[in-house]
């Protein structure tokens, strides 16, 4: 066991962790923020997307530990402070980018780093950027919506429905 | 009922989910969520071999190591109940199916890769894994069946020794038939027969499955967390055939589930270890699958291999359809798996289209495989594939364009009556194909195939239609067809004193938005807000027995009990009322939530009555009883019957083979609707799904039945840079005639739907680039679509 440190949403949090625990596995079982989910084993479905310093991160792809004195954010930080849905929030809901809602908090943190990155993205640029986010309800269709109408944008004629 | 609204809250408003605001903020409640305190965890050490003979479990040093609470194996199961099978199938010569035992550990052999051999329970789930590493397994490998056309034959590998063979069953439908068909195939002017491979597939839900069990010591009851579509059918059969707990000492939860697809109806070996386990270890236990787990142990989907031969005569009317399928099994029984390619697969059979002569045979084989069992559409995407093709290509062979030689052969009248034991009660299938016509502007396809051509690609169209029997459906006909339980749905509306309503379904929600889409109809009906109605699902404590959500069927079935019990209110409310005001109780109308006596300016508003209902100080205590709670049992005449015409158009790169979906349209007739984003929502996804088994997703075993594709490295799902923006439609409505809301359900259509106009898009796009390709199975990946164009 080892100490580790990190602020998470914004407080500092330490605890003992053993050194194979993942990160998903200390914000899950340790501080018991089960907004992030666990998809898969392989870092592929993108499930458990949280910011790291600012970047989306696999946490389950990194340790515990290397978050050492790092600012992480998760799905329980992303509303306004007032408690209402956030802009890339509110247009999954507007434009029902969601049904089960398990990839959903692993889209929104992907969706947020996009956006951040790049505030006015093309349809071709979202479904590239999310190759590694699986949602398997949607279709993708209202989940593209959603970022395009976050960022502004009207959505082409084919996605009118 | 219906009506023309995307504003409000009442039946056709596209309401926005209520049930976002939990899932988007991190707030969902998913059963891996859930911890009890003092839980300890489960890891069960699984078969890596297809087949084998277990000589000796050596446990000893693994018993020793750190955290260890107990190890179980087979043994521990001895004398207790194995998984039952909910459906029994009779087959052509009168004979039952043959019907292996499943036990929840391992017994003597294993069967399939992921069979679990034993189960060790630990302090941490790190503890268990470390532990299960110390089990010493002597497992004697043996020859494993598993290509079913070789299961079959005299000197394969017995999947079950104490079986005389590896079939299930051998089914015909409708054997009557058979002599006709075969006089009808005969006397064909044209037959066209194609043999096609209907790929076996994994639903993968992104939640994995999971379960946590408590026993309380002082009241020997029971409680289960877990991953269900139908916790009460897990409640009846673990508690009934499995674990023998009477219902009312097991609570079954399912709280948030992330999406079902069919694989989360079966009651499964983990749910029943770990409820066993958390009385036997006097600890709660909790099991969380991994997705390497949730590949080699959720049941699989599909898996048919066909012939299926149509028959037309001089003027390209359909005269006889007759086919053959092996269906999979998979190593054991699963839940519902015996049903899938018969009843769900065989009654579908005639299609749209009016072939006075069909006659379905299914073998249903064992294979040391993971069982396969429903998955989205279940059978019917089968029926509608094989289908949808064969016409295909018999409009190729006979030089007509596939639209008209469809709609030529139409079903046009209703209700219509198939040779294969169904009754269509409403549809209108050219109406389905006009508005498909224009939604997918197939009239500029030619001028969008010239520009992909400039481009050096090659481009391709496919249309199909397809029918659906959803809404599952009358007890007594299910009963006769070898169903072990009723399919009915129960709905409690409990009316608060203040008037707030908590309505109790047996339906399930895990995507499909009942939270928002129920409220909607009840609110509708009362003309009150629908934000005074929670939905209530989920727990077996909280409602009356349910059977649950798969087979389109909430709606349907659960919708149609949720009115019954909500008119149930409304006229013990009218009684109220009429009271209240001193009127005569016939005189009495609900409108706008207010009650008023007609012909008057008398009016006493909703939460009058109910608080008279519980206040009883002013109330007709001789006619009726104190309280406003209403339960009804709906169980419906018929399936319903959504249908729908689908195109897809691809562009194929001939340098690599592949393939890509530039437009996706399908319009659907599902009957009336209650909130059309809803309804779209799931067309979407069903379209990817479909999308994903014509050109990505394939669970492949080798040759010694090792499961090559048990993760998302190796099998390919469907990612949003594969699929395109979709043009879905469903104005196209013909109400169900036999159930209070007309409506047909609409969870199962896309992915019923697509995959034969994608597949009959590539086959297109490769004859444009003069390949002379006649089938391709799926997944039309870019190396089979690069073979085939070598020739």
Redesign the interface.
């Given at each position: 066991m080892a100490k580790v440190a990190m602020t998470v949403n914004g407080k500092s949090v330490s605890r003992e962790v053993?050194g194979?625990t993942l990160l998903v596995q200390f914000l899950?079982d340790d501080l018991?923020?089960?907004?992030?989910?666990?998809?898969?084993?392989?870092s592929?479905?993108g499930?458990c997307v949280v910011h790291v310093n600012g970047e989306a991160v696999k946490a389950c792809t990194m340790f515990a530990l290397e978050a050492e004195g790092a600012e992480v954010t998760?799905?329980?930080a992303?509303?306004n402070e007032d408690g209402s849905?956030n802009v890339v929030?509110q247009a999954?809901?507007?434009y029902?980018g969601?049904?089960?809602?398990?990839?959903?908090?692993g889209m929104?943190m992907s969706a947020t780093s996009l956006l951040k990155d790049n505030p006015k993205p093309t349809?071709?640029e979202?479904?590239?950027y999310?190759?590694g986010?699986?949602?398997?309800?949607?279709?993708?269709?209202?989940?593209?919506k959603a970022i395009m109408a976050a960022s502004g944008q009207d959505m082409?004629s084919?996605?009118a429905? | 009922m219906p009506k023309d609204s995307a504003t409000g809250t009442g039946i056709g408003a596209s309401t926005?989910?209520r049930?976002?605001?939990?899932?988007?903020?991190?707030?969902?409640n998913?059963t891996?969520?859930i911890?009890v305190h003092g839980q300890a965890y489960v890891h069960f050490l699984r078969s890596d071999v297809a087949h084998g003979r277990i000589n000796g479990i050596d446990t000893s040093a693994a018993e020793g190591m750190p955290g260890v609470v107990r190890i179980f194996t087979g043994k521990d199961f001895e004398g207790i109940g194995g998984l039952p099978c909910g459906w029994q199938v009779t087959d052509k010569h009168g004979e039952v199916m043959k019907e292996p035992g499943h036990p929840v550990l391992a017994q003597g052999k294993v069967r399939h890769v992921g069979d679990p051999v034993a189960a060790v329970v630990a302090d941490s789930l790190?503890e268990a894994r470390d532990a299960a590493e110390a089990i010493i397994l002597d497992i004697e490998e043996l020859p494993a069946a598993v290509n079913m056309k070789a299961a079959l034959e005299p000197d394969a590998p017995k999947v079950h020794d104490d079986l005389s063979d590896n079939l299930c069953y051998d089914w015909g439908f409708v054997e009557e038939n058979k002599g006709a068909v075969d006089e009808a195939i005969k006397n064909a002017a044209h037959v066209t027969t194609l043999e096609l491979i209907n790929n076996r597939l994994v639903a993968?839900?992104?939640?994995?499955r999971v379960a946590v069990a408590d026993w309380n010591r002082s009241n020997d009851e029971y409680t289960l967390y877990t991953t269900s579509q139908n916790p009460h059918v897990i409640r009846l059969l673990m508690g009934a055939f499995v674990l023998g707990i009477p219902e009312h000492k097991l609570r079954v939860v399912a709280p948030?589930?992330?999406?079902g697809?069919g694989t989360k109806i079966f009651h499964y070996a983990e749910e029943a270890f770990c409820t066993f386990a958390a009385k036997a270890c006097k600890r709660p236990v909790k099991w969380?699958s991994?997705?390497?787990e949730a590949f080699m142990s959720d049941a699989h989907g599909r898996d048919h291999v066909t012939k299926i031969e149509l028959a037309l005569d001089k003027d390209n009317n359909f005269t006889a359809i007759r086919t053959e399928t092996l269906a999979n099994m998979g190593a054991y029984l699963s839940t519902f798996a015996p049903s899938v390619p018969t009843w769900l697969h065989g009654t579908l059979m005639a299609g749209n289209y009016k072939t006075p002569n069909i006659y379905v045979n299914v073998k249903a084989v064992f294979t040391n495989t993971v069982p396969v069992d429903a998955y989205r559409g279940a059978g019917r995407p089968e029926a509608t594939y094989q289908l949808e093709r064969v016409i295909d290509m018999a409009a190729r062979e006979l030089g007509v364009d596939p639209i008209a030689l469809r709609r030529q052969n139409f079903i046009t009248e209703f209700p219509y009556a198939t040779p294969v034991a169904v009754e269509y009660d409403t549809g209108n299938y050219p109406a389905t194909m006009d508005k498909l016509e224009e939604i997918a502007d197939l009239a500029g396809f030619d001028a969008r195939r010239k520009e992909s051509e400039a481009k050096g690609k090659l481009r391709g169209l496919g249309v199909n239609c397809y029918i659906e029997a959803c809404g599952i459906a009358p007890s007594n006909l299910v009963g006769q067809l070898g169903a072990r339980a009723g399919l009915y749905e129960s709905a409690t509306v409990r009316v608060n004193a203040t008037g707030s309503i908590s309505v109790m379904t047996g339906s399930h929600s895990?995507?499909?938005?009942h939270e928002t889409a129920f409220p909607q109809v009840v609110a509708e009906m009362l003309g009150i807000d629908a934000s005074m109605i929670d939905i209530v699902h989920g727990d077996t404590a909280r409602g009356p027995m349910g059977m649950g959500t798969y087979g389109s069927r909430s709606l349907a079935v659960g919708g149609s009990a949720m009115v019954r019990a909500t008119e149930k209110i409304i006229n013990k409310a009218k009684k109220i009322a009429a009271h209240l005001m001193e009127a005569s109780e016939g005189d009495i109308e609900l409108k706008n939530g207010q009650f008023t006596v007609a012909g008057t300016d008398k009016s006493v508003a909703w939460g009058d009555v109910t608080l008279a209902a519980y206040v009883p100080h002013n109330y007709p205590l001789d006619d009726i009883e104190p309280g406003l709670e209403e339960t009804a049992f709906y169980d419906p005449s018929n399936f319903t019957y959504p249908s729908g015409a689908y195109a897809c158009e691809v562009e194929l790169d001939p340098e690599t083979g592949k393939v890509t979906v530039e437009?996706f349209s399908a319009a659907d007739d599902f009957g009336n609707i209650i909130n059309p984003?809803?309804v779209?929502?799931q067309v979407?996804?069903?379209?990817?799904?479909g999308i994903g088994q014509a050109l990505l997703e394939n669970c492949i075993y080798d040759e010694n039945g090792q499961l090559l594709s048990a993760?998302?490295?190796d099998y390919a799902?469907?990612?949003?840079?594969d699929?395109?923006?979709?043009?879905?439609?469903h104005s196209c409505q013909t109400p169900c005639t036999h159930n209070p809301l007309g409506v047909k359900g609409c969870g199962e259509a896309?992915a019923i739907g697509s995959p034969p106009s994608v597949i009959n898009a590539v086959i297109d796009a490769l004859q444009s680039g003069g390949h002379k390709v006649a089938h391709l199975d799926m997944p039309a990946s870019p190396s089979r679509v690069w073979a085939a164009m070598q020739g």
């Amino acid at each position: 066991m080892a100490k580790v440190a990190m602020t998470v949403n914004g407080k500092s949090v330490s605890r003992e962790v053993e050194g194979r625990t993942l990160l998903v596995q200390f914000l899950r079982d340790d501080l018991r923020l089960t907004g992030t989910h666990v998809g898969c084993d392989t870092s592929q479905c993108g499930a458990c997307v949280v910011h790291v310093n600012g970047e989306a991160v696999k946490a389950c792809t990194m340790f515990a530990l290397e978050a050492e004195g790092a600012e992480v954010t998760t799905i329980e930080a992303m509303a306004n402070e007032d408690g209402s849905l956030n802009v890339v929030q509110q247009a999954f809901q507007d434009y029902h980018g969601l049904q089960c809602g398990f990839c959903t908090p692993g889209m929104v943190m992907s969706a947020t780093s996009l956006l951040k990155d790049n505030p006015k993205p093309t349809e071709q640029e979202i479904r590239d950027y999310l190759e590694g986010n699986i949602c398997r309800c949607t279709g993708y269709h209202n989940i593209i919506k959603a970022i395009m109408a976050a960022s502004g944008q009207d959505m082409p004629s084919m996605a009118a429905e | 009922m219906p009506k023309d609204s995307a504003t409000g809250t009442g039946i056709g408003a596209s309401t926005k989910r209520r049930e976002d605001v939990r899932f988007l903020t991190g707030n969902g409640n998913y059963t891996d969520d859930i911890n009890v305190h003092g839980q300890a965890y489960v890891h069960f050490l699984r078969s890596d071999v297809a087949h084998g003979r277990i000589n000796g479990i050596d446990t000893s040093a693994a018993e020793g190591m750190p955290g260890v609470v107990r190890i179980f194996t087979g043994k521990d199961f001895e004398g207790i109940g194995g998984l039952p099978c909910g459906w029994q199938v009779t087959d052509k010569h009168g004979e039952v199916m043959k019907e292996p035992g499943h036990p929840v550990l391992a017994q003597g052999k294993v069967r399939h890769v992921g069979d679990p051999v034993a189960a060790v329970v630990a302090d941490s789930l790190a503890e268990a894994r470390d532990a299960a590493e110390a089990i010493i397994l002597d497992i004697e490998e043996l020859p494993a069946a598993v290509n079913m056309k070789a299961a079959l034959e005299p000197d394969a590998p017995k999947v079950h020794d104490d079986l005389s063979d590896n079939l299930c069953y051998d089914w015909g439908f409708v054997e009557e038939n058979k002599g006709a068909v075969d006089e009808a195939i005969k006397n064909a002017a044209h037959v066209t027969t194609l043999e096609l491979i209907n790929n076996r597939l994994v639903a993968n839900p992104m939640e994995p499955r999971v379960a946590v069990a408590d026993w309380n010591r002082s009241n020997d009851e029971y409680t289960l967390y877990t991953t269900s579509q139908n916790p009460h059918v897990i409640r009846l059969l673990m508690g009934a055939f499995v674990l023998g707990i009477p219902e009312h000492k097991l609570r079954v939860v399912a709280p948030d589930v992330g999406g079902g697809f069919g694989t989360k109806i079966f009651h499964y070996a983990e749910e029943a270890f770990c409820t066993f386990a958390a009385k036997a270890c006097k600890r709660p236990v909790k099991w969380t699958s991994t997705r390497s787990e949730a590949f080699m142990s959720d049941a699989h989907g599909r898996d048919h291999v066909t012939k299926i031969e149509l028959a037309l005569d001089k003027d390209n009317n359909f005269t006889a359809i007759r086919t053959e399928t092996l269906a999979n099994m998979g190593a054991y029984l699963s839940t519902f798996a015996p049903s899938v390619p018969t009843w769900l697969h065989g009654t579908l059979m005639a299609g749209n289209y009016k072939t006075p002569n069909i006659y379905v045979n299914v073998k249903a084989v064992f294979t040391n495989t993971v069982p396969v069992d429903a998955y989205r559409g279940a059978g019917r995407p089968e029926a509608t594939y094989q289908l949808e093709r064969v016409i295909d290509m018999a409009a190729r062979e006979l030089g007509v364009d596939p639209i008209a030689l469809r709609r030529q052969n139409f079903i046009t009248e209703f209700p219509y009556a198939t040779p294969v034991a169904v009754e269509y009660d409403t549809g209108n299938y050219p109406a389905t194909m006009d508005k498909l016509e224009e939604i997918a502007d197939l009239a500029g396809f030619d001028a969008r195939r010239k520009e992909s051509e400039a481009k050096g690609k090659l481009r391709g169209l496919g249309v199909n239609c397809y029918i659906e029997a959803c809404g599952i459906a009358p007890s007594n006909l299910v009963g006769q067809l070898g169903a072990r339980a009723g399919l009915y749905e129960s709905a409690t509306v409990r009316v608060n004193a203040t008037g707030s309503i908590s309505v109790m379904t047996g339906s399930h929600s895990h995507g499909q938005g009942h939270e928002t889409a129920f409220p909607q109809v009840v609110a509708e009906m009362l003309g009150i807000d629908a934000s005074m109605i929670d939905i209530v699902h989920g727990d077996t404590a909280r409602g009356p027995m349910g059977m649950g959500t798969y087979g389109s069927r909430s709606l349907a079935v659960g919708g149609s009990a949720m009115v019954r019990a909500t008119e149930k209110i409304i006229n013990k409310a009218k009684k109220i009322a009429a009271h209240l005001m001193e009127a005569s109780e016939g005189d009495i109308e609900l409108k706008n939530g207010q009650f008023t006596v007609a012909g008057t300016d008398k009016s006493v508003a909703w939460g009058d009555v109910t608080l008279a209902a519980y206040v009883p100080h002013n109330y007709p205590l001789d006619d009726i009883e104190p309280g406003l709670e209403e339960t009804a049992f709906y169980d419906p005449s018929n399936f319903t019957y959504p249908s729908g015409a689908y195109a897809c158009e691809v562009e194929l790169d001939p340098e690599t083979g592949k393939v890509t979906v530039e437009r996706f349209s399908a319009a659907d007739d599902f009957g009336n609707i209650i909130n059309p984003m809803i309804v779209s929502g799931q067309v979407h996804g069903g379209i990817a799904q479909g999308i994903g088994q014509a050109l990505l997703e394939n669970c492949i075993y080798d040759e010694n039945g090792q499961l090559l594709s048990a993760s998302y490295m190796d099998y390919a799902m469907p990612r949003a840079d594969d699929v395109p923006f979709y043009a879905v439609d469903h104005s196209c409505q013909t109400p169900c005639t036999h159930n209070p809301l007309g409506v047909k359900g609409c969870g199962e259509a896309g992915a019923i739907g697509s995959p034969p106009s994608v597949i009959n898009a590539v086959i297109d796009a490769l004859q444009s680039g003069g390949h002379k390709v006649a089938h391709l199975d799926m997944p039309a990946s870019p190396s089979r679509v690069w073979a085939a164009m070598q020739g």
